[in-house]
Protein backbone atom coordinates (compact mmCIF):
# COMPACT_ATOMS: atom_id res chain seq x y z
CA UNK A 1 0.00 0.00 0.00
CA UNK A 2 0.98 3.68 -0.54
CA UNK A 3 1.94 5.47 2.54
CA UNK A 4 -0.76 7.75 4.29
CA UNK A 5 1.05 11.51 3.35
CA UNK A 6 2.92 13.67 6.59
CA UNK A 7 0.82 15.39 8.70
CA UNK A 8 2.75 18.57 7.93
CA UNK A 9 3.71 17.86 4.30
CA UNK A 10 4.12 20.91 3.08
CA UNK A 11 6.69 22.21 5.98
CA UNK A 12 8.59 18.72 5.62
CA UNK A 13 9.05 19.56 1.68
CA UNK A 14 9.92 23.12 1.89
CA UNK A 15 12.86 21.84 4.57
CA UNK A 16 13.71 19.08 2.32
CA UNK A 17 14.28 22.00 -0.71
CA UNK A 18 16.51 24.48 1.70
CA UNK A 19 18.95 21.46 2.04
CA UNK A 20 19.38 21.79 -2.13
CA UNK A 21 19.99 17.89 -1.61
CA UNK A 22 17.50 16.48 -4.48
CA UNK A 23 19.16 15.35 -7.97
CA UNK A 24 23.11 16.25 -6.59
CA UNK A 25 25.64 14.44 -7.81
CA UNK A 26 27.05 11.02 -5.89
CA UNK A 27 29.43 12.14 -3.01
CA UNK A 28 32.21 10.51 -1.47
CA UNK A 29 30.79 11.58 2.04
CA UNK A 30 27.84 9.44 1.41
CA UNK A 31 28.80 6.47 -0.14
CA UNK A 32 31.24 6.07 2.96
CA UNK A 33 27.94 5.40 4.83
CA UNK A 34 26.03 3.58 3.23
CA UNK A 35 29.43 1.05 2.55
CA UNK A 36 30.17 1.47 6.16
CA UNK A 37 26.57 0.52 7.11
CA UNK A 38 25.87 -2.53 4.75
CA UNK A 39 29.29 -4.06 6.16
CA UNK A 40 28.53 -3.38 9.84
CA UNK A 41 24.85 -4.59 9.62
CA UNK A 42 26.05 -7.54 6.51
CA UNK A 43 23.16 -6.54 4.40
CA UNK A 44 23.44 -6.11 0.75
CA UNK A 45 21.95 -3.16 0.41
CA UNK A 46 21.71 0.40 2.06
CA UNK A 47 20.87 3.61 1.49
CA UNK A 48 20.88 7.32 2.10
CA UNK A 49 17.19 8.26 0.81
CA UNK A 50 15.37 11.68 0.62
CA UNK A 51 11.08 11.36 0.54
CA UNK A 52 10.45 13.92 -2.21
CA UNK A 53 6.27 14.70 -3.41
CA UNK A 54 6.55 12.12 -6.15
CA UNK A 55 9.54 10.05 -5.54
CA UNK A 56 12.18 8.34 -3.36
CA UNK A 57 15.46 9.62 -4.64
CA UNK A 58 18.58 8.38 -3.48
CA UNK A 59 22.21 10.18 -2.60
CA UNK A 60 23.83 6.90 -1.90
CA UNK A 61 23.25 3.71 -2.22
CA UNK A 62 24.85 0.14 -2.44
CA UNK A 63 23.06 -2.79 -4.24
CA UNK A 64 20.13 -0.98 -5.59
CA UNK A 65 21.70 0.49 -9.20
CA UNK A 66 19.05 2.93 -9.50
CA UNK A 67 18.62 7.10 -8.27
CA UNK A 68 14.69 6.91 -7.37
CA UNK A 69 11.64 4.93 -7.50
CA UNK A 70 8.33 6.01 -6.99
CA UNK A 71 6.45 6.12 -3.90
CA UNK A 72 4.33 3.56 -4.18
CA UNK A 73 6.75 1.16 -3.80
CA UNK A 74 8.43 3.03 -1.28
CA UNK A 75 9.27 1.60 2.13
CA UNK A 76 10.70 4.67 3.62
CA UNK A 77 7.85 6.63 2.69
CA UNK A 78 5.85 4.07 5.87
CA UNK A 79 9.13 4.50 8.02
CA UNK A 80 9.34 8.37 7.83
CA UNK A 81 5.63 8.49 9.82
CA UNK A 82 6.64 6.06 12.58
CA UNK A 83 9.82 6.67 15.06
CA UNK A 84 13.35 7.47 14.82
CA UNK A 85 14.41 3.85 14.21
CA UNK A 86 12.31 1.21 12.26
CA UNK A 87 13.10 -2.36 12.17
CA UNK A 88 10.51 -4.91 10.42
CA UNK A 89 12.16 -8.69 10.65
CA UNK A 90 9.98 -9.69 8.19
CA UNK A 91 8.48 -7.26 5.08
CA UNK A 92 5.64 -10.23 4.22
CA UNK A 93 4.39 -9.71 8.03
CA UNK A 94 3.72 -6.31 7.93
CA UNK A 95 0.45 -5.24 6.62
CA UNK A 96 2.04 -2.05 4.80
CA UNK A 97 4.75 -3.92 2.56
CA UNK A 98 3.44 -7.53 2.54
CA UNK A 99 1.32 -6.45 -0.94
CA UNK A 100 4.67 -4.32 -2.20
CA UNK A 101 5.66 -6.08 -5.33
CA UNK A 102 9.24 -5.38 -4.13
CA UNK A 103 8.59 -7.41 -1.44
CA UNK A 104 6.36 -10.35 -2.55
CA UNK A 105 8.80 -10.70 -5.66
CA UNK A 106 11.84 -12.83 -6.15
CA UNK A 107 13.74 -12.23 -4.78
CA UNK A 108 12.09 -9.69 -2.78
CA UNK A 109 12.88 -7.13 0.22
CA UNK A 110 12.29 -9.73 2.92
CA UNK A 111 14.41 -7.01 6.15
CA UNK A 112 14.03 -3.62 6.54
CA UNK A 113 15.86 -1.39 9.52
CA UNK A 114 16.47 2.46 9.08
CA UNK A 115 17.27 5.29 11.15
CA UNK A 116 15.11 8.64 10.16
CA UNK A 117 16.84 11.59 8.85
CA UNK A 118 15.51 14.53 10.83
CA UNK A 119 15.98 17.92 10.99
CA UNK A 120 16.45 19.79 14.18
CA UNK A 121 12.43 20.57 14.31
CA UNK A 122 11.58 16.93 13.87
CA UNK A 123 10.79 16.90 10.24
CA UNK A 124 11.69 13.63 8.28
CA UNK A 125 13.80 13.96 5.55
CA UNK A 126 14.42 10.19 4.40
CA UNK A 127 16.35 7.61 5.88
CA UNK A 128 19.32 6.01 6.22
CA UNK A 129 18.33 2.46 6.40
CA UNK A 130 19.41 -1.73 5.23
CA UNK A 131 17.48 -4.21 3.14
CA UNK A 132 18.20 -8.20 2.97
CA UNK A 133 16.15 -10.42 0.39
CA UNK A 134 15.66 -13.04 3.95
CA UNK A 135 13.92 -11.99 7.51
CA UNK A 136 16.18 -11.50 10.23
CA UNK A 137 17.27 -9.44 13.05
CA UNK A 138 19.72 -6.61 13.86
CA UNK A 139 22.08 -6.65 17.16
CA UNK A 140 21.79 -4.25 19.52
CA UNK A 141 25.34 -2.47 17.74
CA UNK A 142 24.09 -2.90 14.42
CA UNK A 143 21.24 -0.69 15.04
CA UNK A 144 22.86 1.73 17.51
CA UNK A 145 25.38 2.18 14.15
CA UNK A 146 22.76 2.94 12.03
CA UNK A 147 21.45 5.35 13.94
CA UNK A 148 24.89 7.33 14.57
CA UNK A 149 25.56 6.89 10.97
CA UNK A 150 22.12 8.98 10.55
CA UNK A 151 22.65 11.75 13.06
CA UNK A 152 26.05 11.97 11.27
CA UNK A 153 24.53 12.36 7.76
CA UNK A 154 22.31 14.95 9.30
CA UNK A 155 25.57 16.69 10.47
CA UNK A 156 26.48 16.71 7.03
CA UNK A 157 23.51 18.48 5.55
CA UNK A 158 23.21 21.07 8.24
CA UNK A 159 26.95 21.99 7.98
CA UNK A 160 26.56 22.31 4.20
CA UNK A 161 23.01 24.63 4.69
CA UNK A 162 25.11 26.88 6.83
CA UNK A 163 27.99 27.34 5.25
CA UNK A 164 25.48 27.89 2.53
CA UNK A 165 23.80 30.65 4.48
CA UNK A 166 26.99 32.34 5.81
CA UNK A 167 28.22 32.13 1.79
CA UNK A 168 24.67 34.26 0.98
CA UNK A 169 25.31 36.59 3.77
CA UNK A 170 28.74 37.50 2.82
CA UNK A 171 27.82 37.67 -0.87
CA UNK A 172 25.19 40.44 0.53
CA UNK A 173 27.74 42.07 2.56
CA UNK A 174 30.32 42.14 -0.69
CA UNK A 175 27.58 43.74 -3.10
CA UNK A 176 26.48 46.47 -0.08
CA UNK A 177 29.88 47.45 0.00
CA UNK A 178 30.86 47.58 -2.77
CA UNK A 179 28.00 50.00 -3.79
CA UNK A 180 29.17 52.23 -0.92
CA UNK A 181 32.65 52.23 -1.75
CA UNK A 182 31.55 53.17 -5.67
CA UNK A 183 29.23 56.01 -4.31
CA UNK A 184 31.92 57.56 -2.62
CA UNK A 185 34.14 57.03 -5.49
CA UNK A 186 31.46 58.92 -7.47
CA UNK A 187 31.52 61.92 -4.62
CA UNK A 188 35.37 62.23 -4.70
CA UNK A 189 34.96 62.02 -8.65
CA UNK A 190 32.57 65.15 -8.37
CA UNK A 191 34.92 67.04 -5.96
CA UNK A 192 37.49 66.45 -8.11
CA UNK A 193 36.41 67.95 -11.31
CA UNK A 194 35.03 71.18 -9.12
CA UNK A 195 38.41 72.04 -7.32
CA UNK A 196 40.47 75.18 -9.07
CA UNK A 197 43.00 73.46 -7.59
CA UNK A 198 45.37 71.18 -8.92
CA UNK A 199 46.73 69.92 -5.95
CA UNK A 200 43.09 69.06 -4.97
CA UNK A 201 42.56 67.27 -8.19
CA UNK A 202 46.06 65.14 -7.68
CA UNK A 203 45.15 64.05 -4.14
CA UNK A 204 41.60 63.29 -4.94
CA UNK A 205 42.29 61.73 -7.96
CA UNK A 206 44.54 59.15 -6.27
CA UNK A 207 41.98 58.89 -3.38
CA UNK A 208 39.33 57.80 -6.03
CA UNK A 209 42.35 55.38 -8.15
CA UNK A 210 42.24 53.65 -4.28
CA UNK A 211 38.51 53.30 -4.38
CA UNK A 212 38.49 51.96 -7.73
CA UNK A 213 41.04 49.31 -6.44
CA UNK A 214 38.51 48.26 -3.81
CA UNK A 215 35.79 48.45 -5.87
CA UNK A 216 37.13 46.07 -8.68
CA UNK A 217 37.76 43.68 -5.86
CA UNK A 218 34.52 43.53 -4.32
CA UNK A 219 33.02 43.28 -8.07
CA UNK A 220 35.05 40.32 -8.36
CA UNK A 221 34.77 38.66 -4.81
CA UNK A 222 31.05 38.81 -5.76
CA UNK A 223 31.69 36.52 -8.92
CA UNK A 224 33.99 33.87 -7.10
CA UNK A 225 32.38 31.00 -6.11
CA UNK A 226 34.13 30.14 -2.65
CA UNK A 227 34.07 33.60 -1.52
CA UNK A 228 37.74 34.03 -0.45
CA UNK A 229 39.51 33.85 -4.55
CA UNK A 230 39.42 35.65 -7.18
CA UNK A 231 40.54 35.28 -10.71
CA UNK A 232 43.65 37.09 -10.77
CA UNK A 233 43.50 37.98 -14.93
CA UNK A 234 40.24 39.51 -14.64
CA UNK A 235 40.53 41.39 -11.40
CA UNK A 236 43.39 42.83 -12.92
CA UNK A 237 41.87 43.90 -16.00
CA UNK A 238 38.77 44.84 -14.66
CA UNK A 239 41.19 47.16 -12.24
CA UNK A 240 43.48 48.42 -15.57
CA UNK A 241 39.96 49.56 -16.64
CA UNK A 242 39.22 51.67 -13.55
CA UNK A 243 43.08 52.89 -13.68
CA UNK A 244 43.31 54.51 -17.01
CA UNK A 245 41.71 57.07 -16.02
CA UNK A 246 44.85 58.23 -14.27
CA UNK A 247 47.15 58.34 -16.79
CA UNK A 248 47.21 61.23 -19.56
CA UNK A 249 45.66 60.91 -23.20
CA UNK A 250 48.20 59.25 -25.46
CA UNK A 251 49.23 56.76 -22.71
CA UNK A 252 47.69 53.40 -23.10
CA UNK A 253 47.29 50.95 -19.96
CA UNK A 254 47.99 47.47 -21.12
CA UNK A 255 48.18 44.19 -19.06
CA UNK A 256 49.27 40.31 -19.63
CA UNK A 257 48.55 38.20 -17.20
CA UNK A 258 47.37 34.48 -16.74
CA UNK A 259 44.07 32.97 -15.47
CA UNK A 260 44.77 31.82 -12.13
CA UNK A 261 43.01 31.78 -8.64
CA UNK A 262 44.45 33.91 -6.13
CA UNK A 263 43.15 34.25 -2.41
CA UNK A 264 41.46 38.02 -1.97
CA UNK A 265 44.18 39.15 0.57
CA UNK A 266 46.81 38.75 -2.14
CA UNK A 267 45.10 39.74 -5.02
CA UNK A 268 44.24 43.31 -2.57
CA UNK A 269 47.83 43.45 -2.20
CA UNK A 270 48.49 43.36 -5.68
CA UNK A 271 46.20 46.00 -7.02
CA UNK A 272 47.34 48.17 -4.73
CA UNK A 273 50.90 48.43 -6.03
CA UNK A 274 49.76 47.96 -9.24
CA UNK A 275 47.38 51.23 -8.36
CA UNK A 276 50.45 53.33 -6.70
CA UNK A 277 52.56 52.14 -9.77
CA UNK A 278 50.34 53.60 -12.30
CA UNK A 279 49.25 56.60 -10.34
CA UNK A 280 52.89 57.90 -9.87
CA UNK A 281 53.72 57.24 -13.87
CA UNK A 282 50.46 59.08 -14.68
CA UNK A 283 52.13 62.19 -12.78
CA UNK A 284 55.83 62.10 -13.10
CA UNK A 285 56.33 59.91 -16.47
CA UNK A 286 54.65 61.50 -19.45
CA UNK A 287 54.56 65.04 -19.35
CA UNK A 288 53.88 67.30 -22.22
CA UNK A 289 51.69 64.99 -23.65
CA UNK A 290 54.01 62.56 -24.44
CA UNK A 291 52.50 59.29 -26.02
CA UNK A 292 53.43 55.95 -23.93
CA UNK A 293 52.44 52.98 -22.20
CA UNK A 294 52.46 51.63 -18.95
CA UNK A 295 52.51 47.38 -18.99
CA UNK A 296 51.35 45.46 -16.44
CA UNK A 297 52.64 41.69 -16.60
CA UNK A 298 52.38 38.47 -14.47
CA UNK A 299 54.09 35.26 -14.42
CA UNK A 300 54.38 32.44 -11.92
CA UNK A 301 55.61 28.94 -11.27
CA UNK A 302 54.93 26.73 -8.23
CA UNK A 303 57.61 28.97 -5.72
CA UNK A 304 56.74 32.48 -6.93
CA UNK A 305 54.22 35.67 -8.99
CA UNK A 306 56.02 37.69 -10.44
CA UNK A 307 54.49 41.07 -10.98
CA UNK A 308 56.20 43.43 -13.14
CA UNK A 309 55.09 46.90 -13.41
CA UNK A 310 56.90 49.11 -16.36
CA UNK A 311 56.40 52.32 -18.19
CA UNK A 312 58.09 54.05 -21.24
CA UNK A 313 58.32 57.79 -19.85
CA UNK A 314 60.99 59.90 -19.27
CA UNK A 315 62.12 58.41 -16.24
CA UNK A 316 65.79 57.10 -15.56
CA UNK A 317 68.50 56.83 -12.90
CA UNK A 318 67.39 60.09 -11.32
CA UNK A 319 63.89 59.33 -10.98
CA UNK A 320 64.60 55.77 -9.68
CA UNK A 321 67.29 57.07 -7.08
CA UNK A 322 63.96 59.66 -6.24
CA UNK A 323 61.70 56.65 -5.97
CA UNK A 324 64.12 54.78 -3.73
CA UNK A 325 64.65 57.98 -1.36
CA UNK A 326 61.00 58.66 -1.19
CA UNK A 327 58.96 58.79 1.71
CA UNK A 328 55.80 59.67 0.06
CA UNK A 329 51.99 57.71 0.74
CA UNK A 330 52.27 56.00 -2.41
CA UNK A 331 55.67 54.67 -1.60
CA UNK A 332 54.87 53.62 1.68
CA UNK A 333 51.84 52.07 0.25
CA UNK A 334 53.92 50.33 -2.17
CA UNK A 335 56.51 48.94 0.81
CA UNK A 336 54.01 47.66 3.17
CA UNK A 337 51.67 45.88 0.14
CA UNK A 338 54.92 44.35 -0.75
CA UNK A 339 55.76 43.60 2.87
CA UNK A 340 52.49 41.90 3.69
CA UNK A 341 52.47 39.27 0.64
CA UNK A 342 55.92 38.75 2.20
CA UNK A 343 57.43 39.29 -0.62
CA UNK A 344 60.25 42.07 -1.80
CA UNK A 345 60.56 44.36 -4.76
CA UNK A 346 63.51 46.01 -7.12
CA UNK A 347 63.33 49.05 -9.07
CA UNK A 348 65.45 49.41 -11.85
CA UNK A 349 65.86 51.57 -15.47
CA UNK A 350 64.12 50.54 -18.92
CA UNK A 351 66.52 50.81 -21.85
CA UNK A 352 65.26 53.78 -23.86
CA UNK A 353 63.37 55.34 -21.35
CA UNK A 354 61.15 54.60 -18.15
CA UNK A 355 61.22 52.97 -14.95
CA UNK A 356 60.22 49.44 -13.75
CA UNK A 357 59.43 47.80 -10.92
CA UNK A 358 59.78 43.23 -10.20
CA UNK A 359 57.62 42.19 -7.00
CA UNK A 360 57.99 38.96 -6.35
CA UNK A 361 55.35 36.97 -4.17
CA UNK A 362 56.24 33.30 -3.20
CA UNK A 363 53.86 31.33 -3.31
Not at 113 to 126: E, F, K, V
Not at 249 to 264: F, M, N, R
Request: net charge negative.
Amino acid sequence: MKAATHPDEKRRLDALLRYQILDTEPERAFDDVVQLVSQICDAPIAVVNFIDSDRQWFKAEVGLGVRSTPLETSLCSHVILEGAFVEIPDTLNDDRMRDNPLCAGDPGLRFYAGATLRTDDGLPLGTLCVLDHKPRVLTDLQRQAVTVLAEQVMRQLDLRNAVRGQEMLRREIDHRVKNSLASVSALVTIQANRSPDIAVKQALGAVHARLSALVSLHEELQQAGDGATVDLKRFLERLAGLLQSLLPDGVALETDVPSESIDAVTANSIGIVINEFVANSGKHAFPDETVGTVSITVRGDDQALTLRCTDNGVGGPETLASIEQSKNLGSRVIAASVAAMHGSSLWEPVSGGGVAMTVTIPR
